[in-house]
């Protein structure tokens, strides 16, 4: 399943860049998220950062999907950003998977100056994909709103701790 966001940040993509790959931002998301146990990395690389974040769930899922991972998710999230683009735009490499459930997500995290360079736009386009024969389609129907919901609030949390840190 295809799915596509678009968000904007009143800040430049740099500041932006900075908060996505802030390890006390990325904390304060997955707390907002009520994991009930996290593990977060950060690592500075070739102009770029890889962010790992490991976070187990309460699974708020239907019935028929709770068979399948039980009353916790145990999700892994990998972004691999890459070195500023000359306008200072970013593209990060998106990699979700749920350990206790055959459903992945991949996809690109862009970056892209808005309004003159002074806000950003954040673009993600992913494919959410459940490997299992015959209800693979409804489990990934069943998942995509909890995915969109998850970038919605991460666009309403990054707005707010933009605004904190002016």
């Given amino acids: 399943m295809d799915l596509h966001r678009e968000c904007s940040y ?4 740099d500041t932006v860049y900075a908060m996505l790959t802030n390890e ?4 304060h998301r997955v707390e907002k998220a009520h994991a009930l146990s996290y593990d977060i990395d950060v690592t500075d690389g070739s102009g770029g950062a890889r962010t790992t974040t490991h976070q187990s769930l309460p699974a708020k899922v239907p019935d028929f999907v709770r068979k399948f991972v039980g009353e916790r998710i145990e999700l892994d999230e990998v972004i691999d950003w890459g070195a ?3 306008d200072g735009s970013r593209t990060g ?9 055959p459903v992945s997500m991949r996809g690109k995290i862009r ?14 386009d992913a494919d959410l994909k459940a490997s299992v024969p015959i209800i693979g389609k409804k489990i990934e129907q069943a998942a995509a709103p909890a995915v969109m919901a998850g970038l919605d609030g991460m666009e309403d949390l990054g707005r707010d701790w933009l605004a904190s840190q002016r």
């Fill in 84 to 86: 500023p683009g000359p």
């Fill in 24 to 27: 006390s931002f990325i904390r």
């Fill in 111 to 124: 970056l892209v100056p808005d309004a003159g360079g002074s806000a950003t736009k954040q673009i993600v």
């Fill in 93 to 101: 490499d998106l990699k979700v998977e749920i350990a206790n459930a």
């Fill in 10 to 13: 009143a800040a430049p993509p």
